[in-house]
């Protein structure tokens, strides 16, 4: 058992995105509602969770479903799909599910739903489980709700443990590439810029320096607006702020070199007062979508490990910056190679056009992939 509590400094240093508790985010109806929360899928779009449910009686079996979230911290989880388990199967028992995605194909997920039951020692105590090959028990069927793929059920040939199999689609994204580079015309004029010169916090008074919510962009996850206001005030220098986590740090002073400090939440600002408006990109994010959306060898890539940020070019009168990713990750070699294919090392660069004013991004170039010799 665990008991105490966890240090808030612990958690500090991570990425804003997995710094978010699980009630802020999801409505308390759905928790009482049984929902056991999976975690993110691979392209941290999505969170996934299951329902069991079952009648009162002993002889009702049990219903199982899987969802979709779709995650934006700035909000409530929203629900994207959901799609009932193991269709046309009668289970008579609570099952232990268990998600995969595949490395290389990025249009389903793979469930498994076993109930485990521990082989019996002579001695009395419970013996390590036998991982055994799995044999059909029943043709798959495929007679099932959208979404849901194919459905089988199999039996271990020593523990007589049933095993349920679903490969169920994963939700499409909202806009397809095209639509979406089409929609991002470098140049072109935003009808509805975000944010907004004047736009007042979401949430009635909200302190300064709160991430704002985006007004108008479409994938508002990836992106934060904070907005800080700046006073002179000689003295003793301040307590550091608390680290929200998301606004960067830097240092603000006046044209004489002398230092500024921030305004701590509804502190009102007696005389002049300088603001600061941060924008800032979850390049993690903006990653792994340009991967999966416009990259021709995204079914070949497993993982990044590390990355380079160079800013190419800003235009002040279209507000875009061209920015290039260089990157190393790991990615299965070509199908046509001979030979057990394992994941190596590779090379490659991304182009991407973000929108100051949309908050958006739009890819504007992939490079190939070029292994890297003598890393794996």
């Not at 612990?10 to 699980?22: D, G, I, S, Y």
């Not at 193991?86 to 995969?100: A, G, M, P, W």
């Not at 470098?186 to 007042?200: A, Q, Y």
Request: hydrophobic share 35%.
């Amino acid at each position: 058992q665990l008991s105490g509590q966890l240090s808030p400094r612990l958690f500090r240093k991570l990425p804003p995105r997995v710094c978010v508790t699980l009630k802020s985010i999801v409505d308390e109806e759905f928790l009482w509602a049984g929902h056991i929360f999976l975690g993110f899928s691979k392209c941290g779009r999505y969170v996934l969770s299951y329902t069991s449910s079952s009648g009162d009686d002993d002889f009702s079996f049990y219903l199982y479903h899987l969802y979709w979230w779709e995650f934006n911290v700035h909000s409530k989880l929203r629900l994207v799909r959901q799609v009932r388990l193991f269709q046309d199967e009668e289970i008579y028992s609570d099952l232990y599910l268990t998600v995969c995605e595949w490395p290389g194909d990025s249009d389903k997920v793979i469930v498994f739903g076993f109930k485990w039951v521990a082989p019996w020692h002579p001695c009395g105590v419970p013996a390590r489980p036998l991982v055994t090959p799995l044999s059909p028990h029943r043709a798959p069927s495929t007679r099932s709700a959208p979404g849901l793929q194919v459905n089988m059920m199999l039996m271990s040939d020593e523990n007589h443990r049933d095993i349920y199999v679903s490969a169920v689609a994963v939700p499409a994204p909202r806009h397809c590439p095209a639509c979406h580079r089409a929609g991002e015309t470098p140049g072109e004029t935003p009808t509805h810029p975000w944010p907004p010169p004047e736009t007042p916090p979401a949430v009635p008074g909200s302190p300064p320096g709160e991430p704002h919510p985006p007004g108008s962009s479409p994938e508002p996850g990836y992106v934060n607006y904070t907005k800080l206001r700046y006073v002179l005030e000689p003295g003793e220098p301040p307590d550091e702020l608390e680290d929200d986590k998301i606004s960067l740090p830097f240092v603000v002073t006046d044209l004489s070199g002398r230092s500024l400090r921030p305004l701590r939440d509804r502190a009102t600002a007696q005389g002049q007062y300088l603001t600061v408006e941060q924008l800032t990109l979850d390049f993690e994010y903006v990653i792994n979508e340009v991967i999966r959306n416009d990259a021709a060898w995204s079914r070949q890539f497993c993982s990044f490990s590390d990355y380079d940020i160079v800013i190419l070019e800003v235009c002040p009168e279209t507000n875009q910056v061209v920015i290039n990713i260089g990157l190393l990750l790991l990615a299965f070699p070509s199908p046509d190679e001979e030979g057990q294919l394992r994941p190596r090392t590779y090379h490659t660069s991304l182009k991407v056009a973000w929108d100051l004013n949309s908050g958006t991004f739009a890819t504007v170039g992939v490079g190939d992939l070029t292994e890297v010799k003598g890393q794996t």
